[in-house]
C-alpha cells in the first residue's frame, strides 16, 4: 500500500466522522507527522471549538492500522504514521511489481499525442528538440497510466515554402552538391531564396505558383517534392534513433491532401464559410478569423490541420488530441478548437502542450537568418564533451565513446524536461554535462554506483529490520519513493513532465544523502540487507523515471 493510499483511507475514515470530504495535506519535511488537518473550517460549521472536534473523533481515529499517534496543536489535527509497517509495505510492493509499479489498468481511453514535426528540406534544428522529447515523455506517461496512446509525427511536408523550395531548386540547385550533402544544401537554398526575394518580391509570387501547381499534382513538382521529403525523412530517423524517439505514424501534412475536397464540402454544408475577395473564412467568435483558402485557390496549415483532425478523430476514436507546440502557436488552437466544436465534434478535446523557446547566449535560434545549430551538431559537440570527462574520470570503462553519446544525449534531454515547459530555456553545454547538480549525467552516475552495488550483493529477505526505516532520512527516502505513482497522476493531468523530472532529482540527492551518512554494506547482516532491499526500490524508480523521460540507463560509468 502507498502512502497516497494510506492517505486515502484515512481521509475516507474522517469523512464518515465529520460528515465532509477531506483532503489531507502531507508533510513532506516535517520528520513529526505526516500528514495535517487544518479543522476550523470544520468548527466553524458545526459550531464547536476546533479541540472538541479533534476529541469527538481522535477515539475512532486512532484504531486505523497505518496511524501511530494523532496530535491536536493550533487548530490542527496531526498524523504520525506506523513507519516500521509503513515503510515494509511501500518496499515489498515496488520490489514485487518492480518497473510495473506505479502502472494503472487499460482506462479505455484514446489519447493522439502529436510532437516533433519537423520541416522537410531543413535540418532539425535545436528549436525542434523541445516538442520531440516532451512529448516522448508525455506518451510514456500515459501509457504508464493506463492510456491507449497514439503517437505522430506530423511532418512539415506540404505549404508555401515548397514552392519556394522548387524555384530555389530550379534556379540555383547543383544536382551534384545535394547527392553528396542533401540537407545542408537543401538548407542553403531556401536561405538563398529568401535573401533573393528581399531584393527581388516577384521570387514569392513564383513560389506561391509553384505551390498551387504542386497543388494541382504537377508530375515534375512532385517527384522534386518526393525527393525533398525522402532525403529529409531518412537525416531525421538517424537522430530519433540516437534519441531513443520512436512514433506510431509518420504522417506529414501532404497525407490529408485528398481529403480536403470533402471537409470544405462539409463546411459549406453547415454553412460555416464566408468569401470575402475570393478568400474562404471561418468568422470566430473574440477571435480573428480562421482563413481556410486563399484568393489562388491554394490551401492553408489551417485547412490541412482541419482535415487531419477529422481523420484522426474518425480513424482513432480518441477522447483526447495533444498538439505539443511551442508558445507562439496558442491563438491559433483557440482558432482550431472553436472551429471543430462548430463543425460539431465536441466529443474530441483537442490542447496545446505549448513549451517556451531554446535560447543560445539567450537569443532566440532562427533558421532564415543564420542563427542556428543542427541539434546533430550539438549531440556530437555533447558526446566529444563527455567522452573528456570520461577520459578524466574513469579511464578504463569500455565502450567509451558509445557511453559518451547516452550521456550527452540524457543531458540534452533532462535540460529541457527539468524545466517548466512553459519556460524558455537557455542551452549551455558546459552546465548540462556536470556531474553534480540538477543534471542527467548525476542522474545515471547515482543509477550506475546503485546499480553495481546490487549486481554484488544478494538480499536475504529474512534478515531485515524494519525498525531501521523509522530513522528520519530513511523514511523521508521511502516517502518519495511512495508518492511516484501520485508524481506520475499529477505529471500527466498537469502535462508536466518537469514535476516527474522533479521528484527525481530529490530522490537521487536523498538516496546520495544516505549513502554518504550510512555505511549501506555495513559488517551486520542485518543492517545490510535492509539497506540494500530499499537500494533496490530505489534503483526501480530511478531507472523506470529514467526510462520515461528518455533518459538513457547506464549499468556502470
Avoid at 510492493?93 to 510532437?115: A, C, F, M
Avoid at 489551417?302 to 480513424?315: I, M
Avoid at 570503462?397 to 547516452?406: F, M, S
Avoid at 552495488?453 to 529474512?462: A, H, N, S, T, V
Wanted: proline share 2%; with cysteine.
Amino acid at each position: 500500500m502507498t502512502l497516497e493510499n494510506i492517505k486515502i483511507k484515512i481521509e475516507k475514515t474522517l469523512k464518515k466522522l465529520l460528515n465532509e470530504d477531506v483532503f489531507l495535506q502531507e508533510q513532506v519535511n516535517n520528520y513529526d507527522f505526516d500528514f495535517s488537518l487544518p479543522l476550523f473550517a470544520y468548527a466553524k460549521k458545526q459550531k464547536l471549538n476546533p479541540a472538541l472536534i479533534f476529541k469527538n473523533i481522535e477515539k475512532e481515529l486512532i484504531k486505523t492500522e497505518e496511524i501511530e499517534e494523532i496530535m491536536f496543536l493550533n487548530g490542527f489535527l496531526n498524523i504520525k504514521l506506523k513507519r516500521k509497517l509503513v515503510a515494509k509495505n511501500i518496499l515489498l510492493e515496488i520490489n514485487r511489481l518492480q518497473s510495473n509499479y506505479g502502472d494503472q489498468p487499460n482506462k479505455n481511453k484514446t489519447v493522439v499525442i502529436d510532437y516533433s514535426s519537423p520541416n522537410i528540406a531543413k535540418n532539425f534544428s535545436v528549436g525542434h528538440l523541445r516538442s520531440t522529447v516532451l512529448g516522448n515523455a508525455l506518451k510514456n506517461i500515459y501509457q504508464k497510466l493506463g492510456f491507449k496512446v497514439i503517437g505522430i509525427n506530423h511532418l512539415g511536408d506540404w505549404g508555401t515554402q515548397f514552392g519556394k523550395m522548387i524555384v530555389a531548386y530550379q534556379k540555383w540547385g547543383q544536382k551534384e552538391k545535394i547527392l553528396k550533402d542533401p540537407i545542408n544544401e537543401l538548407q542553403k537554398l531556401y536561405l538563398l531564396f529568401h535573401q533573393k526575394a528581399e531584393e527581388n518580391q516577384t521570387l514569392n509570387d513564383e513560389a506561391n505558383e509553384a505551390f498551387l501547381q504542386l497543388e494541382k499534382k504537377n508530375k515534375e513538382y512532385l517527384e522534386l517534392w518526393k525527393y525533398f521529403r525522402d532525403v529529409s525523412l531518412n537525416e531525421f530517423c538517424k537522430i530519433y534513433k540516437i534519441l531513443g524517439v520512436s512514433f506510431d505514424y509518420f504522417l506529414g501534412e501532404s497525407f490529408y491532401n485528398d481529403q480536403i475536397k470533402e471537409l470544405l464540402e462539409e463546411l459549406h454544408q453547415k454553412k460555416l464559410l464566408k468569401q470575402e475577395e475570393k478568400m474562404l473564412l471561418i468568422e470566430l467568435d473574440q477571435l480573428p478569423p480562421g482563413l481556410i483558402q486563399k484568393t489562388n485557390g491554394s490551401t492553408l496549415y489551417l485547412t490541412r490541420d482541419l482535415a487531419t483532425l477529422k481523420y484522426r478523430y474518425k480513424t482513432y476514436n480518441c477522447q483526447t488530441i495533444l498538439y505539443v507546440v511551442g508558445n507562439e502557436q496558442k491563438l491559433y488552437f483557440k482558432q482550431l478548437d472553436q472551429i471543430i466544436k462548430k463543425m460539431g465534434y465536441h466529443d474530441v478535446t483537442i490542447e496545446n502542450i505549448n513549451f517556451g523557446l531554446v535560447l543560445m547566449d539567450g537569443k532566440k535560434i532562427s533558421t532564415r537568418h543564420h542563427k542556428f545549430t543542427t541539434l546533430m551538431d550539438v549531440i556530437n559537440q555533447a558526446t566529444n564533451l563527455a567522452e573528456k570527462i570520461i577520459q578524466e574520470k574513469n579511464p578504463s570503462l569500455t565502450n567509451i565513446k558509445e557511453t559518451a553519446q547516452k550521456i550527452a544525449v540524457g543531458a540534452i534531454i533532462f535540460n529541457d524536461l527539468k524545466n517548466d515547459r512553459h519556460l524558455d530555456i537557455d542551452f549551455n553545454l558546459e552546465n548540462i554535462l556536470q556531474f553534480k547538480g540538477q543534471t542527467a549525467p548525476y542522474l545515471q552516475y547515482t543509477a550506475a554506483r546503485l546499480n553495481s552495488l546490487l549486481k554484488k550483493e544478494k538480499i536475504d529477505f529474512q534478515l531485515i529490520d524494519e525498525n531501521i526505516y523509522q530513522q528520519n532520512h530513511y523514511f523521508a527516502l521511502i516517502k518519495l519513493l511512495s508518492q511516484f505513482p501520485w508524481i506520475l497522476e499529477k505529471s500527466q493531468k498537469e502535462k508536466m513532465p518537469s514535476i516527474l523530472s522533479r521528484h527525481l532529482i530529490k530522490i537521487t540527492q536523498n538516496v546520495n544523502g544516505l549513502y554518504a551518512q550510512e555505511r549501506i554494506l555495513s559488517h551486520d547482516k542485518i543492517i545490510k540487507n535492509t539497506n540494500l532491499l530499499l537500494i533496490k526500490a530505489v534503483l526501480i524508480v530511478i531507472k523506470e523515471s529514467l526510462r520515461i523521460l528518455g533518459i538513457p540507463f547506464l549499468e556502470s560509468m
